[in-house]
Every structure is written in C-alpha cells, then in structure tokens.
C-alpha cells in the first residue's frame, strides 16, 4: 500500500530532530536501513516538510509569518529588521549560533498578527520595537 509508513516516518523524523536539533545524514542513513526505505525517498519527505531541518540550527529557531495577515500587518517590515539585526537571510543560520531565521506559513494567530514563533512558542503583535527587545533578551540568555 502506498505511503503505509509516512505517518510512522514522521514520528521518527520528528524524535530525531528533537533529540539532535536537526536530522543529520548520519541519521538518515540509520532511519533508511531500520525502516528499509530508500534514502532518496528519506530525502525527499525531510526536504518537503519545512519544519525538518538537515543542517545544525542556531540555539533560537525564528519563524516569522509569511501568510497574508502578518505579511499585511508589517509583517515584511519585521522580516527584513530581523534579516539586518541578525545578519541573516531566511533560511540561514548566524555565525555566532544563536539564531535561525526562517519563514512559516500561517500558524493560526492571524487576528494577532504579525505572529511568529520563537522555538515553535508563538509570539504576536510583533513590532520592531518588541523583536528587538526580544533579541536584546535572548542575546543576554547566551551568557547564562
Ligand atoms: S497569517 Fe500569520 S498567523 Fe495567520
């Protein structure tokens, strides 16, 4: 039967990914002779689904909204201050560690937008005077 296994292989992408921050190619060579599924395939799902990363992530994942009523609601004016701020494009890790920035489609907190999410906890009526008192705080936490 045709994709019998995708829910159980994205349980396990999943665990992998909360155990190491990201799903290594080691990993998936291990997930690929455990559940007997090509790794081209292994591949495929974990490059489809956003939320799975391949590469180490910064120790804050940022997601800013990118659907119409945060991108309607400065959501653009955020995501380019975080880009500069952080010294990043989406997609990228910073230098230093500390942050991913990427971009999510709506997650659900529309009549509160713009929203984002910080290490998947949301974060709305976002202004740049809020993210940057945001990274102000989790710059500091780094020193902890
Ligand atoms: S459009 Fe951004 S949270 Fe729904």
Redesign the pocket.
């Known amino acids: 039967m045709k994709g019998k296994n995708t829910p159980l292989l994205i349980n396990i992408l999943h665990e992998v990914q909360d155990k190491q921050g990201y799903i290594s190619e080691q990993a998936l060579k291990k997930i690929s002779v455990e559940q007997n599924i090509p790794i081209s395939r292994l591949f495929g799902v974990v490059k489809f689904y956003t939320m799975f990363h391949t590469e180490p992530q910064g120790k804050y994942v940022l997601e800013i909204?990118g659907?119409?009523?945060?991108v309607l609601n400065n959501g653009m004016k955020l995501e380019k201050f975080l880009e500069n701020e952080i010294g990043v494009r989406i997609g990228e890790t910073s230098k230093d560690g500390m942050f991913s920035l990427y971009k999510t489609s709506?997650?659900?907190?529309?009549d509160e937008?713009?929203?984002m999410l910080i290490n998947g906890k949301p974060y709305t009526n976002m202004t740049v005077e809020r993210v940057k008192l945001l990274l102000k705080k989790l710059r500091k936490s780094k020193k902890k």
């Open positions: 909204c659907s119409p009523s945060c709506c997650i659900g907190c529309c937008a713009p929203a």
